[in-house]
């Protein structure tokens, strides 16, 4: 059994911060790629940020020089430093965490999504 748990969400206003984080624990011992997704009502899920486990990062264009992803591989922990918010940036947050599960397969996992609401 494998969990993923997503803390960090909160009330923020226009041009605040605030820091995620997710911890992947149970049945794992390392954690391949982590991303962070984010859904805003009536939109589809869309992806904000990923950080492989040597830790390349990618991100969407529109939280680029806003937002970082970080890691700790010794806890299975991914963050998400989310600087300069915007009224768009609203939505729950969702973690996701690619872990081995044997010698050569790989399991994906979802976090249960934390909100993030960024007041104008």
């Known amino acids: 059994q494998v969990q993923v748990a997503e803390s960090g969400g909160g009330l923020v206003q226009a041009g605040g911060s605030l820091r995620l984080s997710c911890a992947a624990s149970?049945?794992?011992?390392?954690?391949?790629?982590m991303r962070w997704y984010r859904q805003a009502p009536g939109k589809q899920r869309e992806f904000v940020a990923g950080i492989s486990s040597s830790g390349s990062t990618n991100y969407a264009d529109s939280v680029k020089g806003r937002f970082t992803i970080s890691r700790d591989n010794a806890k299975n922990t991914v963050y998400l430093l989310m600087n300069s918010l915007k009224p768009e940036d609203t939505a729950v947050y969702y973690c996701n965490v690619w872990a081995p599960v044997g010698p050569v397969s790989v399991s994906e996992y979802w976090g249960q999504g934390t909100q993030v609401t960024v007041s104008s």
């Open positions: 149970g049945s794992i011992s390392s954690t391949n790629l």
